[in-house]
């Protein structure tokens, strides 16, 4: 029988090899049942950096933590330049071989497990500013600034620019708007000012 705290116990062996040295220790967290199944999680633990790790058929999310800033896997190998050379996630049916893939990428990350972990901090920072923008965006459409957009884009085609002036005065998110979006406003409004 599949067991996610069994698989990841065993797959914390395989991490042991690069994170013993470095004077990190594993914390088993929690497992339990979730909406997506059976899971387990823990962390690897070193002063104020940590490196979650979570499963269930197979580890999924991975993050890392220095202090209270933290970043994705994958973020953070972006921030690495390293996204190309990458090998977690795998997408094997073997759970372990995750856990190597995961091994392989801990190589290019010697800033956070013994440096400084200034990349890590960029990373975090940058995915921290997308996940913003990203709430924003949804936020905007959520308020109908998408729609109104649209019907400003549209307006300003039929040459409709009193029309075009009111939606752009009327978003409730202005600085989403695109640079063409921008420039349609602005040719609106000298239109209509003559």
Sequence with gaps: MFRPKDVLLDGVKIL????VPKHFRFLFREEGKGSGGEFAWGEFVHGNRRLEVHLRL??????????????SHESYMREL???DQYRY????????????DLVHDLGFADDFLSG????????????AS?????????MARYFGDERRLEQLRSRFHDGNYTQVVLLAESLKYPEHMTE???????????????
């Excluded at 042991?16 to 994170?19: E, I, P």
């Excluded at 795998?90 to 190597?100: L, T």
């Excluded at 400084?116 to 995915?127: G, I, K």
């Excluded at 997308?130 to 949804?138: I, L």
Aim: net charge positive.
């Design 16 to 19: 042991d090899l690069v994170l």
């Design 58 to 71: 197979s580890l999924g999310l991975v993050r890392y933590y220095v202090g209270n800033q933290s970043a």
């Design 81 to 83: 330049r390293v996204w």
């Design 89 to 100: 996630p795998g997408f094997s049916s073997d759970p372990a071989a995750a856990f190597r």
């Design 116 to 127: 400084s972990a200034e990349v890590l901090c960029t990373a975090a920072a940058r995915e």
């Design 130 to 138: 997308g996940a913003a923008e990203q709430s924003k965006r949804e």
């Design 180 to 194: 063409s979006e921008l420039r349609m406003v602005e040719i609106a409004r000298k239109r209509t000012l003559r």
